[in-house]
């Protein structure tokens, strides 16, 4: 009888199979709305506890929207490399798939679906799935922007990436169907430092963004401004202490169907080793709407 002798990198990828095998099949059945999680109240849990929001790096979050993609960065643990998941609904079923373009990336998808923006380029919605990647406008060129968010009404408001600057929003204007060149927002809102990833309402009655002011809880923020009846932007509200802690909090941002706010919030160092998605009702917003 032959003797059958296994190496140790043989019995250690065995095993790593294996592993990797039974974990899949400890996964829950993901089936229902919202990745089939039970949605939040008025203070904030970690989205799918274990499956998207981890020990580990975990930022953006984001549904399409159709609302049957979801999209966020996550940080392999095996590798340390970033890498954008994305669960797809199939029938009752969410099912993860990796996506293969070289550079992690989540989407900010304009109110009405045909645009998924990325910074400073986009995609297009056609018949048969989302175009190549295009540029944005001549006159967005020279400013490096992180976060680009859209309203109904083709209102862009933009970020610019200097973390450890001042951190200016801008916000671009659609006239008689043309792109008016990006302006800076008022005082209201480019106060402080470090302001980032502005989410502008698809009705534009407000902007909520991320920074750091002095009425803050002592690290980056997020802030709301609600819109005036001249047009103008009211004061930057901090969003409460069941939002924002001593931690690092940003990147609002609503779901199509406007029912909840998610978030980013740093649960580690100050290495981000562990930042988690957080979801809670979208109905804080209206807690904070100054009384008429």
């Given amino acids: 009888m032959k003797s059958i002798y296994f190496s140790l990198p043989m019995i250690l990828s065995a095993l790593m199979v294996s592993s990797v095998s039974q974990a899949k099949d400890n996964l829950p059945v993901l089936e229902g709305p919202y990745l089939g999680q039970k949605p939040p109240g008025l203070m904030p849990e970690p989205f799918a506890q274990g499956i998207v929001t981890t020990e580990g790096f975990d930022d953006g979050g984001v549904f399409s929207p159709d609302m049957d993609e979801f999209y966020f960065i996550r940080k392999r643990i095996d590798n340390n490399k970033f890498e954008t998941v994305i669960y797809k609904q199939e029938g ?48 967005f060129s020279e400013i490096n922007i992180m976060s680009l968010s859209t309203s109904l009404k083709g209102t862009y408001a933009i970020d610019e990436r200097h973390p450890e600057e001042h951190g200016l929003l801008r916000y671009s204007r659609l006239i008689g169907g043309k792109r008016e060149a990006p302006k800076p927002f008022s005082k209201e809102i480019n106060s402080g430092t470090r302001n980032s990833h502005p989410f502008i309402a698809p009705d534009e009655s407000y902007i909520m963004w991320d920074g750091i002011k002095d009425s803050g809880f002592g690290n980056v923020d997020l802030y709301i401004s609600f819109r005036q009846h001249d047009g103008s932007w009211g004061d930057a509200i901090n969003m409460g202490d069941k939002i924002n802690t001593d931690a690092y909090e940003a990147g609002p941002k609503v779901t199509p169907d406007g029912k909840y706010l998610f978030f980013v919030r740093n649960m580690g160092s100050d290495k981000f080793e562990n930042v988690d998605i957080f979801w809670v009702d979208a109905h804080i917003i209206e807690t904070l709407r100054p009384r008429k």
């Fill in 92 to 139: 009752n079923q969410w099912v993860e798939t990796i996506s293969k373009e070289s550079r992690p990336f989540y989407p900010f998808f304009s109110p009405d679906g045909k645009t998924m923006h990325l910074g400073k380029q986009y995609r297009e919605r056609t018949d048969t799935g989302w175009s190549e990647i295009k540029n944005i406008e001549v006159s």
